[in-house]
């Protein structure tokens, strides 16, 4: 899976800083992954509560998938998310668009299909299924996809746009702005190689 990929190579990538980032790839449809998230987070403050120490929890709770054939789902699934405290982290209509975001800005509608072939012609994918990140195509390219994400939601927002109709949009990058943050706030000075 190219979501649970990058996320370890974001979890390796900030390993000497004092954050801790768990990364679950269970469950294909977002009901199911949040589900997951859910009894994660609750097994977390649960032994927090355990070991008298409540305040060793995690912090933030995401769930990043794809919108692929989950729009409706998502639809119904945002209003617990929302009171559970777990942020979705939508890309429409799926992650690899964020990977093709660390080269060019790709603004026009896309499938599942023709964004996975144009990270796979740029050489971002590889393996069985073109689902193995080739790192070397996005290191040193995070704040590219930022922009160019930050980019595309400020379109939508301005055209009236909103999920599932704001396609192609991505808030991946969100995640790992706040992490870098983080990990600022914990060693200051830190700069990061994503």
């Known amino acids: 899976m190219t979501e649970g990929e990058y996320f370890e190579y974001i979890r390796q990538s900030l390993s000497?800083?004092?954050?801790?980032?768990?990364?679950?790839?269970?469950?294909?449809?977002?009901?199911?992954?949040?589900?997951?998230?859910?009894?994660?987070?609750?097994?977390?403050?649960?032994?927090?509560?355990?070991?008298?120490?409540?305040?060793?929890?995690?912090?933030?709770?995401?769930?990043?998938?794809d919108t692929d054939d989950f729009a409706g789902e998502l639809?119904?699934?945002?209003p617990e998310a929302s009171s559970a405290g777990i942020d979705l982290i939508i890309s429409n209509p799926?992650?690899?668009?964020?990977?093709?975001?660390?080269d060019y800005a790709h603004g026009r509608y896309c499938e599942t299909s023709q964004i996975q072939t144009v990270a796979k012609s740029k050489g971002?994918?590889?393996?069985?299924?073109?689902?193995?990140?080739?790192?070397?195509?996005?290191?040193?390219?995070?704040?590219?996809a930022e922009v160019f994400s930050q980019q595309l939601r400020q379109r939508h927002e301005q055209d009236c746009r909103s999920f599932p109709d704001d396609n192609p949009s991505t808030s991946v990058?969100?995640?790992?702005r706040t992490l870098i943050e983080s990990a600022r706030r914990s060693i200051p000075g830190f700069e990061h190689t994503l």
């Open 124 to 144: 971002m994918l590889t393996g069985s299924n073109n689902k193995s990140i080739v790192l070397d195509k996005i290191q040193g390219n995070f704040e590219r």
């Open 16 to 65: 000497n800083t004092p954050l801790k980032l768990d990364v679950e790839s269970k469950g294909r449809n977002p009901a199911a992954l949040l589900r997951r998230a859910i009894d994660l987070r609750d097994e977390d403050r649960l032994e927090a509560r355990r070991n008298n120490d409540r305040q060793n929890v995690y912090k933030k709770v995401w769930v990043v998938t």
């Open 173 to 176: 990058d969100t995640v790992i």
């Open 94 to 102: 799926c992650f690899e668009l964020f990977m093709v975001l660390h």
């Open 75 to 78: 639809m119904n699934i945002a």
